[in-house]
């Protein structure tokens, strides 16, 4: 028996109770003696009291291991009778034994595959738990690095031949690189005759008040517009090109801005050459055959400006570049030229046999049902559709009558009577006001009336052989100026009234 400790055991069931401890020294500061305490525990022998006290379990072990300790140095395990041996304090002890003769690595092997204890149990659980926590862990940790890393790579070599290839020029690269530059025997291929409009297609717009434009006709044909507008007033015999009168400067003029130009780009598109003697050509290289139309907005009074009008347009005419008609017949040529604004229609048609300029014949008297057995007008259709008649420029009411012509009543209207009669003889042109024609425009989108109208309206211009054009398009909000020049396309329309040459260009909508 250990030194250090003495057993206690009860005669009566030959099981130890608790072993109890002989302090060598004093380790309780508050004067506490949990020997003395753990002595008195042992003296009774409920066992419930003897498991439930920590130092008498403790003792206990200690006592076990003592006795342990004792019986195999004496080798008195092997005097024990057969009896004793199914004792639990026996079995206890020949396990503690067995255990005390297995390296440490033999006993956590046992102790890891045993979980039948719910403590054992528990531990085990909790470790295994903090081993996956740990192992997931260092893998997303693991993985993380070596994906940037192995991203990081990818990236560098990339980088590496893109930089690599602007060193390395293919063949065909070389070529378009240094076209047309000294030393590199292209240098009288790198450009056409005709390359003024080259790669340009010209599509179905007017650029509207051109003149306001950083560089007025050319920004337009750039885009591909085949229509010009140009705003002329009359002042001390010459015509000046503005908004306004607060606009006009001496120098820019309907001559300087736009016949001078135009002659200069056709002459350019018609050179002569061993291989082309012609004046055919237009300004679109890539469609020779469309025409530039130069509408004309008469600002001041209309039977003054026109003939100084018609006098400027003779360095065109002269070269055969202006569209004509001809005893009922109409000659197209690169440029077309349409008055507008103040422009008398009854001037216009003076000559019933030879005119080079045309009429921009008013769109909303030309409406026609699109079904025979129909009774509905424009303005009924209007009248009973969501929005309002605008008239954006305001133009006088005044009442024609058959015989005598009004002046200065705007577009579609100067010079006209009840009897004028509109086609593509003296015509070019069938416009509007949007606003006046078709209404405003609710929850975004045409209403079925408004639908109707401009389909009547396309109509009637058509059977005429005249092209539409609606003016004074909406321009905010973009979606729905986008849905408008949708609609008037799909609807048959002829050309566009835009501002933004850009979004024209690139067909946004």
């Given at each position: 028996?250990?030194?250090?400790?003495?057993?206690?055991?009860?005669?009566?069931?030959?099981?130890?109770?608790?072993?109890?401890?002989?302090?060598?020294?004093?380790?309780?500061?508050?004067?506490?003696?949990?020997?003395?305490?753990?002595?008195?525990?042992?003296?009774?022998?409920?066992?419930?009291?003897?498991?439930?006290?920590?130092?008498?379990?403790?003792?206990?072990?200690?006592?076990?291991?003592?006795?342990?300790?004792?019986?195999?140095?004496?080798?008195?395990?092997?005097?024990?009778?057969?009896?004793?041996?199914?004792?639990?304090?026996?079995?206890?002890l020949?396990?503690?034994?067995?255990r005390?003769r297995?390296?440490?690595g033999?006993?956590?092997?046992?102790?890891?595959?045993?979980?039948?204890?719910?403590?054992?149990?528990?531990?085990?659980?909790?470790?295994?738990?903090?081993?996956?926590?740990?192992?997931?862990?260092?893998?997303?940790?693991?993985?993380?690095?070596?994906?940037?890393?192995?991203?990081?790579?990818?990236?560098?070599?990339?980088?590496?031949?893109?930089?690599l290839?602007?060193?390395?020029?293919?063949?065909?690269?070389?070529?378009?690189?240094?076209?047309?530059?000294?030393?590199?025997?292209?240098?009288?291929?790198?450009?056409?005759?005709?390359?003024f409009?080259?790669?340009?297609?010209?599509?179905?717009?007017?650029s509207?008040?051109?003149?306001?434009?950083?560089?007025?006709?050319?920004?337009?044909?750039?885009?591909?517009c085949?229509?010009?507008?140009?705003?002329?007033?009359?002042?001390?015999?010459?015509?000046?090109?503005?908004?306004?009168?607060?606009?006009?400067?001496?120098?820019?003029?309907?001559?300087?801005?736009?016949i001078?130009?135009?002659?200069?780009?056709?002459?350019?598109?018609n050179p002569?050459?061993?291989?082309?003697?012609?004046?055919?050509?237009?300004?679109?290289?890539?469609?020779?055959?469309?025409?530039?139309?130069?509408?004309?907005?008469?600002?001041?009074?209309g039977?003054?400006?026109?003939?100084?009008?018609?006098?400027?347009?003779?360095?065109?005419?002269?070269?055969?570049?202006?569209?004509?008609?001809?005893a009922?017949?109409?000659?197209?040529?690169?440029?077309?030229?349409v008055?507008?604004?103040?422009?008398?229609?009854?001037?216009?048609?003076?000559?019933?046999t030879?005119?080079?300029?045309?009429?921009d014949?008013?769109?909303?008297t030309?409406?026609?049902?699109?079904?025979?057995?129909?009774?509905?007008?424009?303005?009924?259709?209007?009248?009973?559709?969501?929005?309002i008649?605008?008239?954006?420029?305001?133009?006088p009411?005044?009442?024609?009558?058959?015989?005598?012509?009004?002046?200065?009543?705007?577009?579609?209207?100067?010079?006209?009577?009840?009897?004028?009669?509109?086609?593509?003889?003296?015509?070019?042109?069938?416009?509007?006001?949007?606003?006046?024609?078709?209404?405003?425009i609710?929850?975004?989108?045409?209403?079925?009336?408004q639908?109707?109208?401009?389909?009547?309206?396309?109509?009637?211009?058509?059977r005429?052989?005249?092209?539409?054009?609606?003016?004074?398009?909406?321009?905010?909000?973009?979606?729905?100026?986008?849905?408008?020049?949708?609609?008037l396309?799909?609807?048959?329309?002829?050309v566009?009234?835009?501002?933004?040459?850009?979004?024209?260009?690139?067909?946004?909508?």
């Amino acid at each position: 028996m250990s030194r250090q400790q003495r057993p206690c055991v009860d005669s009566t069931n030959s099981q130890a109770l608790c072993l109890q401890p002989i302090p060598q020294h004093d380790t309780n500061p508050r004067g506490y003696d949990a020997d003395v305490e753990a002595q008195s525990l042992c003296s009774e022998p409920p066992v419930s009291l003897l498991q439930s006290h920590p130092s008498c379990h403790h003792a206990r072990e200690n006592a076990d291991e003592s006795d342990l300790d004792s019986d195999v140095e004496n080798d008195f395990v092997k005097t024990i009778n057969s009896a004793n041996r199914h004792t639990p304090r026996w079995k206890y002890l020949l396990s503690m034994a067995v255990r005390r003769r297995r390296s440490p690595g033999q006993l956590h092997e046992e102790y890891k595959h045993n979980t039948d204890h719910p403590l054992l149990a528990s531990g085990l659980a909790a470790r295994r738990s903090r081993r996956r926590g740990t192992s997931w862990y260092n893998w997303c940790i693991f993985g993380g690095i070596s994906g940037a890393g192995l991203f990081a790579v990818l990236l560098s070599i990339n980088l590496t031949l893109s930089l690599l290839t602007l060193y390395w020029y293919p063949d065909i690269d070389q070529v378009l690189r240094y076209w047309g530059t000294a030393g590199s025997g292209t240098e009288g291929l790198a450009w056409y005759p005709t390359d003024f409009t080259r790669d340009v297609i010209p599509i179905p717009c007017h650029s509207h008040n051109d003149y306001w434009r950083k560089v007025p006709l050319f920004s337009a044909l750039r885009a591909g517009c085949t229509g010009v507008e140009a705003d002329v007033w009359l002042f001390d015999d010459d015509l000046y090109v503005g908004h306004n009168t607060a606009s006009l400067t001496r120098n820019r003029t309907f001559q300087s801005l736009y016949i001078n130009p135009l002659v200069k780009i056709l002459e350019g598109q018609n050179p002569t050459t061993d291989f082309y003697n012609g004046t055919n050509h237009g300004v679109f290289d890539t469609d020779p055959e469309k025409s530039v139309v130069l509408l004309v907005d008469l600002k001041t009074s209309g039977p003054e400006t026109w003939p100084y009008v018609l006098s400027q347009l003779q360095p065109l005419r002269d070269r055969g570049w202006l569209t004509y008609m001809e005893a009922g017949i109409v000659y197209h040529r690169q440029v077309t030229i349409v008055g507008t604004g103040n422009t008398p229609f009854n001037l216009v048609t003076e000559n019933a046999t030879y005119r080079d300029a045309f009429f921009d014949a008013p769109l909303e008297t030309m409406y026609e049902p699109l079904y025979a057995d129909s009774r509905t007008t424009p303005s009924s259709a209007l009248s009973s559709s969501p929005g309002i008649e605008l008239d954006e420029h305001d133009t006088p009411e005044q009442t024609k009558t058959a015989s005598e012509p009004l002046n200065n009543l705007g577009q579609g209207l100067s010079g006209t009577t009840a009897l004028s009669n509109f086609n593509q003889q003296n015509s070019y042109y069938a416009s509007v006001a949007f606003g006046k024609a078709i209404g405003r425009i609710w929850r975004g989108r045409l209403s079925t009336k408004q639908m109707a109208t401009i389909r009547g309206q396309v109509s009637g211009a058509h059977r005429r052989g005249l092209k539409v054009r609606y003016w004074d398009l909406p321009s905010w909000p973009i979606g729905l100026r986008n849905h408008v020049y949708d609609v008037l396309m799909r609807e048959g329309v002829d050309v566009l009234n835009v501002d933004d040459l850009r979004a024209a260009s690139r067909h946004v909508w």
